[in-house]
C-alpha cells in the first residue's frame, strides 16, 4: 500500500522541482535582458553626451540643436527626446559628466593642499587630450555670462565652488609655512583660475606654442613651494560617472545651472 503512494508523493515533489527550476530560469534570462537594455541604453546615452559636447563645443549651445546631435548619433530627435526631455536637460548632462571627471582627478580636500595643487595641473594634463571638452568649456563659459543663459548660474556657482577650495588649498599651504612672501591665498587662487582659463584660450587657438600644464605648474611653484614628485592615488578620468548612469550626482559642489524645464525643445 505504500508503494502507490509514495510514487504519487514523487511525482509531486518532481512537479515542484520542474516548476521552481523554470521559474528560476525565466528570472535569470529576464534579469540578463534587462541588464543587457541597461548596458544598452547607457552606451547610447554615452554616444548622446558625446556629439552634444561636439556640437555645443563647434557652435556654442544656442546655435547647436537636437537635430543636429541625434543626426551625429544616428538616431530621430525623437529618440534622443527619449533619453533626454529637452535642450536643457541635454546641457545639464554634458556639464555634469565634465564635472565628474574633473573631480576624479583633483581632490578638492583642504586638509592637503599640496594634493590639491597636483591635481590642477594634472588635470591641465588630461585637458590637452580631450580639446573638444576644452573647447566646450570656453565657449559655454563666454556664453553664459549672459544673465538668460541655461549655464549661468552653473557657471557662476562653480566658480565660487572652484575659487573658495582653491584658496582653502593654498591657506592649508600657507599654515605649513609654503606660501611665497607677499602672496595672500584668496589673490593665488583668484590668479590660478584666470590663468588656467587664460591657458586653455591660448592653447585652442596654438597648441604649439602653449603647454597648459606646465605653465600651470610654473605658476603655482610662484606662489607656494610645494613637491612636484609626489604621485597622489586619483580615479581614472574615464571612470563611468553618475551622469552616464543616468543617476543623478547629489552633489552641490558643481551644481546643474537652474534651468527652464519649459524651455521649448529644438
Excluded at 604649439?208 to 610654473?218: C, F, G, S, Y
Aim: hydrophobic share 40%; proline share 4%.
Amino acid at each position: 500500500m505504500r508503494g502507490p503512494e509514495k510514487t504519487r508523493d514523487d511525482a509531486e515533489n518532481w512537479d515542484t522541482v520542474t516548476a521552481m527550476t523554470n521559474a528560476s530560469t525565466t528570472t535569470t534570462k529576464a534579469t540578463r535582458g534587462a541588464r543587457g537594455e541597461y548596458a544598452k541604453t547607457r552606451k547610447r546615452r554615452e554616444a548622446i553626451l558625446d556629439a552634444a559636447l561636439e556640437v555645443f563645443a563647434e557652435g556654442g549651445y544656442r546655435a547647436g540643436s537636437l537635430r543636429e546631435v541625434a543626426q551625429r548619433v544616428g538616431i530621430s530627435e525623437a529618440g534622443l527626446l527619449h533619453h533626454f526631455p529637452n535642450k536643457v536637460a541635454l546641457l545639464e548632462a554634458v556639464l555634469d559628466r565634465r564635472d565628474d571627471r574633473s573631480r576624479a582627478m583633483v581632490p578638492f580636500d583642504a586638509d592637503n593642499g599640496a594634493a590639491m595643487m597636483r591635481g590642477l595641473v594634472r588635470l591641465a594634463a588630461y585637458n590637452a587630450s580631450v580639446p573638444g571638452v576644452v573647447e566646450l568649456f570656453c565657449t559655454l563659459s563666454a556664453e553664459a555670462t549672459s544673465v538668460d543663459h541655461p549655464a549661468h548660474a552653473y557657471f557662476v556657482r562653480r566658480y565660487i565652488y572652484t575659487r573658495t577650495n582653491v584658496e582653502a588649498g593654498f591657506a592649508n599651504l600657507e599654515s605649513h609655512g609654503l606660501m611665497r612672501p607677499g602672496v595672500t591665498p584668496y589673490r593665488a587662487a583668484v590668479a590660478l583660475i584666470a590663468i588656467m582659463d587664460g591657458l586653455q584660450v591660448q592653447w585652442l587657438l596654438d597648441r604649439t606654442v602653449v603647454d597648459m600644464a606646465e605653465e600651470l605648474r610654473a605658476l603655482i611653484s610662484s606662489f607656494v613651494d610645494i613637491d612636484w614628485d609626489v604621485e597622489d592615488r586619483v580615479d581614472p578620468p574615464g571612470g563611468t560617472s553618475a551622469a552616464d548612469a543616468g543617476e543623478s550626482t547629489g552633489s552641490t559642489e558643481t551644481a546643474p545651472p537652474a534651468a527652464d524645464e519649459t524651455e521649448a525643445a529644438e
